[in-house]
């Protein structure tokens, strides 16, 4: 019983999975961030839309990227979920009365809801898809050309969805709650793979939180921006 | 923290008249308890008051009362083996508590722990951990010479700084998954910090995390609350040096 496929299944392999996973799904966040914050360079979007239309143009690679980020989502949900199945089986009876003892425990708001907060994430990343890539909320394509080459101009669709009020909170909730995840997420992946300097792990709590910070507020950045200015210039 | 002699309390304590009990909480309130009275010595007090009025007294389970042989296991308004940092109940003493202050007592909760009567529970599903790989090869014959086997200060530190786990199940206890991770992190983290463990590290760690996933106890979520109940102070560092054990026997 000690196959490869078994060691995957174990309470070590699942917290080893879900651990990387969410290192990648940190460092998409990161790489999408740096995407959009090429909306506040002045130039009217045309760097925004410069770099969608190159990831437009990768054709199967970006179908690949796409179909690993899926495997990744699911993944780390699968595994988010069934952790807390089998919560609710390895203690069916709860404590009338349950407290933290404090100290070095990393039991949180953050800690604590983490199955909650990646729920909504997971819920708002296929509306997300859905509004950005499918167009589901508003159906205009915008079209713009730059030296004479035309393209979408996906800057002007942005735009207008962060001048929708409604649009702006939701987005932001779901922005700080990625914060929530993370500031528990990122320091634990560490934990899971294997940091045990007891002089380090401290560290790597604060990095996470910094991290979970600078993500949150990186992403809460353009919304707000846009709404508070009345459009991107 | 009471600067009283004595002082009154009510308990709300778990009876459960054995493992098919549904089990209910009943209130007692005691006056007259002396502060240095250790916990467990108020529980004594406590029962000795239930046998005079015919009563059938607590059980709880407890042994050495000096914090080292690990029996005691009472979660104590909310925390295992009470509020106290790096103290077992059996060690908690009673000027910690406030004058007429309510306090809960419940037994460890977990499906490896099944309760067998009010508040002891069943702790085999350790021993089955232990069996499956806590233990190390010896030459049997002659007793070899003390401080034969070479071995560093910082290797032999570390190793007891794991060593040091009683098995009282508090971290299971805490935990808010029952996770068994901080124990059997310990057992294997010890003797792989050791030349003894060597023979049958790889095969260790893959037979004791098999019989814990076997037990029902549920996934670490990296919480740290074992950590900050353990009444030796048992760091996650176990639970971390378990992984990379059992990855690398997996790879190997």
């Known amino acids: ?233 | 923290m009471s600067t009283q002699d004595n002082i009154s309390v009510n308990l709300k304590v778990w009876r459960q008249d054995g493992p098919n009990d549904k089990g209910r909480f009943e209130d007692y309130s005691l006056k007259d308890v002396n502060t240095h009275m250790s916990f467990l010595e108020m529980l004594d007090v406590l029962n000795e008051n239930l046998m005079k009025e015919k009563k059938t007294p607590i059980e709880f389970d407890h042994d050495c009362r000096e914090g080292i042989c690990g029996s005691c296991n009472l979660v104590i308004n909310g925390i295992a083996h009470g509020p106290e940092a790096r103290t077992a109940a059996c060690q908690l003493h009673m000027r910690h508590f406030k004058d007429g202050e309510t306090i809960t007592i419940e037994p460890w909760r977990a499906t490896a722990f099944p309760v067998i009567k009010d508040l002891v529970v069943d702790r085999n599903a350790f021993d089955r951990i232990m069996s499956a790989g806590g233990y190390v090869t010896v030459a049997t014959g002659n007793a070899p010479d003390a401080n034969a086997l070479p071995i560093s200060k910082v290797h032999a530190d570390s190793a007891m700084d794991y060593a040091i786990c009683i098995g009282c199940g508090a971290c299971v206890a805490s935990c808010p998954n029952s996770s068994a991770a901080l124990f059997t992190g310990a057992k294997i983290a010890q003797l792989s910090k050791l030349p003894q463990g060597e023979p049958e590290r790889k095969q260790r760690v893959k037979s004791m995390v098999e019989q814990m996933e076997k037990e029902g106890f549920g996934d670490c979520s990296n919480f740290g609350e074992c950590e900050a109940v353990c009444p030796v102070g048992i760091s996650i560092s176990a639970i971390a040096t378990m992984r990379t054990e059992y990855v690398k026997a997996m790879f190997s």
């Open chain 1, 1 to 233: 019983m000690s196959s490869f496929a078994y060691a995957l299944q174990t309470t070590i392999g699942r917290k080893i999975l879900t651990g990387l996973t969410g290192i990648f799904l940190t460092l998409f966040l990161i790489a999408h961030l740096s995407g959009n914050l090429s909306l506040l360079i002045p130039d009217g979007g045309e760097a925004f839309n410069r770099y969608a239309e190159f990831l437009h143009d990768l054709g199967p690679l970006l179908w690949i990227a796409e179909i690993i980020l899926v495997i990744l989502f699911l993944t780390h949900a699968y595994i988010g979920i069934s952790i807390y199945l089998n919560k609710k089986k390895a203690r069916p009876v709860n404590y009338s009365y349950y407290k933290s003892q404090g100290g070095p425990s990393k039991q949180n708001f953050a800690s604590r809801s983490m199955l909650i907060s990646g729920s909504i994430i997971l819920l708002f990343v296929i509306l997300h898809v859905m509004h950005f890539k499918y167009h589901l909320f508003s159906p205009e394509t915008y079209m713009t050309s730059y030296d004479g080459q035309e393209m979408v101009d996906l800057a002007k669709h942005v735009e207008v969805a962060f001048l929708n009020p409604w649009i702006v909170a939701a987005y932001s909730f779901v922005m700080i709650l990625i914060g929530v995840h993370l500031k528990h997420g990122v320091w634990s992946a560490f934990i899971s793979l294997g940091a045990k300097n007891p002089k380090i792990t401290p560290v790597l709590y604060t990095v996470g939180g910094v991290v979970a910070i600078l993500l949150a507020a990186g992403f809460l950045l353009l919304p707000l921006y846009i709404y508070i200015n009345g459009g991107l210039s």
